[in-house]
């Protein structure tokens, strides 16, 4: 009866942000007013007249489903000019549409926050004197441009505005001096905006301290559900536009005695050493192969391992995942490296290398917050690999590797792709697979293995199997972070314009679909119990092993090479003339 009821309040509260949603969207413009709003400046009075046609947007008859069953004609955006698009944001059903949704993910490709703010700044100022038969029109537009700056201000003041003083200074003098003497929901802009700029306020992104105590706007969460409702076809799950995000879970400092006496121990009495800094001491004064992973579960490893990876996602801003072959991430197939496949950083050594140029605006500031993502899982694949390795015996080894296999395994079953991913990727590993431990791994083990490669091509092949079906609604996921940026890269393949100079929609609404997939994922955080002590000890382990080659860690131990049959028996042999020289002694 609680699941019903929690079921019921659920829609009820999808069906009110319908409506609420509803009412917002009646504010939008007429489709042929469009040109004249756009070509409207603030030195006159705003005049509105329709015309049959607009240069500036390309649109597109389509058919559409009806309620009755059949067909009716309707129109699709499919392309336009920047200032195009700008006008577009004030039109009727671009918030039913998902336009307005869409647009601020994917219009840094081609224009600048400052352009945008100018844009409404300007629209709003001309609306302010017009004549009287065009107050129905002053109305629509003050509060569509309240609408489209709560948008803006509430999940992406931290990309466009915090680290740009002028241009947020601009934002507060144009809430302060022109919307609040006009309507007072100005207020409550103006107080989001200064919790945004104090850091006291989440939206997309977690790197805010706190959350606000009372949430403020609700038209970007609407326009959210209604975008995902109408893909799932039914008015069932709420989709919630923010995500409340706890704080960010400090690393404790290392304490100068602690209880257990295994490889905590010996980290510690390896920092007094000051002679010899190096990893394959460590490995060797370990009282147990792999830092006594059989101290902990599988289940129990996969859980604080996912909370590590969940407090370095929720940091990530669906806008973090673009434009990633400007900062040079891409893929290559060398054996030779750590971890197979591995991200390829291409330093340029110039201002911007040619073949791989930004896509965005020129004035556009992206942070590289993704390649923190990417080192975190290069650097745990090349931990896994060097624990197994570093193992002094044949049975330890096979230990670790079924160890290592399951825990990829469970980090799958609860959604945390991106560790499960970066476990085979160490599992792939050249050197890793060539170890005679696999052949005595168990036929139940290896077929969890193959169930893993055989997800794993589906996560490289197939861009949207994390958000199909139902399984997904209401879990926490992390998706792997390489394999995301390869299909939205994959997405900005070609042109962004048309011949005659408009900027293809369709094009940059495809890849707003994508992105917003980090969105969904980020509306559930994983609620497993933290153990400080045992994510203190993996993130130790993890920079321990950081930077030294696999290779020479292989090196240290002859576990990782295949014994010669000709060896054997020359050994063998050798034994037997022992003993037959013995016995004439």
């Known amino acids: 009866q609680i699941l019903e009821m929690s079921e019921r309040l659920e829609f009820l509260e999808s069906a009110k942000k319908h409506l609420e949603m509803l009412y917002a969207e009646q504010w939008g413009l007429d489709h042929s007013l469009l040109y004249s709003f756009a070509t409207s400046t603030s030195a006159e009075p705003m005049q509105l007249e329709p015309a049959d046609v607009n240069p500036l947007l390309m649109f597109q008859w389509c058919k559409e489903g009806d309620s009755a069953g059949g067909y009716v004609r309707g129109t699709t955006l499919q ?91 601009r934002l507060m003098g144009f809430i ?18 200064q919790a945004c700029q104090q850091g006291r306020y989440m939206a997309l992104s977690g790197t805010m301290k706190e959350a606000p105590e009372e949430s403020e706007g609700e038209l970007f969460q609407m326009v959210n559900d209604r975008i995902i409702m109408e893909q799932h076809q039914a008015l069932k799950k709420t989709n919630s536009f923010r995500i409340s995000l706890s704080l960010p879970k400090k690393m404790q400092t290392r304490q100068a005695k602690l209880a257990r006496a295994n490889v905590i121990s010996c980290l510690n009495n390896r920092r007094d050493l000051t002679d010899d800094h190096s990893v394959y001491q460590l490995s060797m004064a370990r009282e147990k192969d792999g830092f006594t992973l059989s101290e902990y579960t599988s289940r129990t490893l996969a859980e604080q391992l996912t909370l590590m990876e969940q407090e370095l996602f929720s940091k990530a801003h669906p806008i973090h995942y673009l434009n990633s072959r400007a900062h040079g991430v891409g893929v290559t197939g060398n054996l030779t490296s750590p971890n197979t496949p591995r991200t390829q950083r291409m330093i340029p050594s110039g201002p ?29 694949s090349h931990w896994v690999g060097a624990e197994i390795v570093c193992c002094n015996s044949a049975k330890s080894q096979l ?39 696999w052949r005595s791994l168990p036929s ?19 861009s949207g199997c994390l958000v199909d ?9 992390i998706p792997p972070t390489l394999l995301f940026l390869m299909h939205v890269q994959q997405q900005e393949i070609g042109a ?29 955080r994983f609620q497993f119990e933290a153990d400080n002590e045992l994510q203190q000890l993996l993130w130790q382990r993890i920079q321990e092993f950081r930077g030294h080659d696999l290779q020479m860690l292989a090196s240290e131990h002859v576990t990782n090479y295949h014994q010669l049959s000709g060896e054997k028996n020359s050994r063998k042999f050798h034994d037997a003339l022992k003993r037959v020289k013995a016995t004439f002694q």
């Open 176 to 193: 302060r001096n022109k919307i609040i003497p006009l309507d007072n929901q100005g207020e409550s802009l103006l107080r989001l905006t």
């Open 496 to 524: 962004f314009t048309m011949a005659n100079g408009m900027y293809k929609w369709a094009k940059l609404r495809s890849i707003a679909r994508l992105i917003d997939q980090i969105r969904l994922f980020k509306e559930h």
């Open 399 to 437: 230990a670790v590797l079924t160890k290592f296999i399951h825990v990829a395994k469970a980090c799958y079953d609860m959604r945390n792709f991106a560790t499960s991913i970066a476990i085979l990727d160490a599992l792939d590993n050249l050197i890793v697979r060539q170890l005679p431990a």
């Open 444 to 462: 139940k083990v290896l077929q969890v293995m193959e169930d893993l490669n055989a997800v794993k091509v589906i996560l490289k092949s197939d």
């Open 79 to 169: 392309a336009g000019t920047p200032v195009g698009l700008f006008s577009y944001l004030f039109a009727r059903d671009s918030l039913m549409e998902g336009f307005i949704h869409h647009f601020f993910y994917s219009y840094r490709y081609f224009a600048c926050p400052s352009e945008l703010l100018s844009f409404i700044m300007e629209k709003f100022q001309s609306a302010i004197s017009v004549s009287v038969d065009q107050l129905d029109n002053k109305v629509r537009v003050h509060c569509r441009t309240i609408d489209l700056m709560q948008v803006w201000v509430e999940g992406f003041f931290e990309l466009d505005f915090k680290h740009d003083a002028e241009l947020t200074d």
């Open 352 to 380: 911007q290398e040619a073949d791989s140029p930004s896509l965005f605006h020129p004035d556009n500031v992206q942070d590289n917050y993704v390649l923190t993502l990417l080192e975190h899982a290069q650097n745990l």
């Open 469 to 477: 079906g139902e399984s997904h609604r209401g879990r926490a996921t």
